[in-house]
């Protein structure tokens, strides 16, 4: 079965500073893995996803993800933090060959300092 | 192109009542998921619909059960409900069910048991 650890339920940066939010995998089958962000009240937004076609995933804001195989990781990172940035963050998977579901971790709240 | 759309915004219920949840997909999708998502926990999968028929379930009691219509609008319904039925419900739709890898959430509904 797919599941996913993101390392730090919290992460705090200063406005500017590299953001690397930890992400590892466990799958039986080379996964899709994604990225997702919620604001408060608010649902979920996809930030990037990984379907195997390049290891380095660019998505929306700034950020961008590896998919390292060897390390079964999904890091998520943004050079510069900015004050909107602020928000929950999920690592999620979906099996290939048919299952159905994302499974998601448990989530890391970033917070950004002036 | 609409996005997800989720009905209503916020309920407040008393234990042992039901609640129908509601969600309409975007637009030309075929799937709907359903997720509950705890205070400061990932979502959880609860089921999936394609085509009107349950297509996957996660570990939820069958007081948990759901629609999917032909206009792929869906709803979830919870019977008996319980205190720790407490949370916020996500529908994402997709456009298919098999490697359903890309999934568009909608706000969600909190739902509050008292």
């Known amino acids: 079965a797919q599941s996913v650890t993101q390392l730090g339920s919290h992460v705090s940066v200063s406005e500017g500073a590299l953001v690397l939010l930890r992400c590892n995998y466990s799958?039986?089958?080379?996964?899709?893995l994604f990225w997702y962000v919620q604001y408060p009240n608010q649902g979920l937004q996809l930030l990037l996803k990984y379907t195997s076609a390049a290891t380095l995933v660019k998505g929306i804001n700034g950020f961008e993800a590896e998919f390292k195989k060897s390390e079964t990781s999904f890091h998520l990172t943004k050079p510069s933090a900015h004050m909107s940035d602020a928000a929950e963050y999920f690592c999620?998977?979906?099996?290939?060959?048919?299952?159905?579901?994302?499974?998601f971790g448990k989530g890391t709240k970033l917070t950004v300092n002036p | 192109e609409t996005g997800v759309t989720q009905s209503p915004t916020h309920l407040i219920k008393t234990r042992g009542q039901q609640v129908t949840l509601r969600c309409s997909s975007q637009s030309g999708h075929n799937t709907v998921s359903w997720y509950q998502q705890a205070l400061g926990q990932g979502p959880q999968f609860i089921f999936q619909?394609?085509?009107?028929?349950?297509?996957g379930r996660g570990n939820f009691p069958p007081r948990f059960s759901g629609l999917q219509f032909p206009n792929y609008s869906s709803e979830l319904n919870v019977n008996a409900l319980e205190l720790d039925d407490s949370a916020l419900y996500l529908c994402a739709s997709s456009l298919a069910a098999v490697n359903s890898h890309e999934q568009y959430f909608g706000p969600g509904t909190r739902l509050t048991v008292t």
């Open positions: 999620a998977v979906i099996g290939r060959g048919g299952s159905e579901k994302l499974v």
């Open positions: 619909y394609y085509r009107e028929e349950e297509n």
């Open positions: 799958s039986s089958v080379p996964p899709y």
